[in-house]
């Protein structure tokens, strides 16, 4: 990520690395010092959910647990910009919204 000269995070994506925190039982510090991280980085922008990002996500989603992935994958199609995740099931999403996936640079790949 180190390569990309700003990040967009929705919102979502934020509380959803949060939550994440709290599942892996992790001490609220970490928490809190993680998310300082990102909102003081010099390359985040952070992309707040729109009325119609909640519409596409609850016109697509077929079960609850997919409502913040579509929520996040609205924004990525709203303004145009690919997505990065890890999830699989998100770049499937992805794929059949027209949306782009972030591809790792070859260098990138070699260095993990």
Sequence with gaps: MDSIEKWCIPD???????????GRDLPLSHA????????TNEKSAFAPCA????????????????????VILSVAKRLGL?????????????????????AKRSSEKQEE
């Design 12 to 22: 979502m994506a934020l509380h959803e690395f949060l939550w994440f925190f709290k």
């Design 32 to 39: 809190r010092t993680k998310a300082e991280e990102y909102l």
């Design 51 to 70: 009325p119609d990002d909640i519409r596409f996500a609850t016109r697509l989603m077929k079960k609850y647990h997919e409502y913040n992935d579509l």
């Design 82 to 102: 690919p997505l990065f995740s890890f999830d699989e099931a998100l770049k499937k999403l992805a794929a059949k919204n027209s949306v782009n996936i972030f």
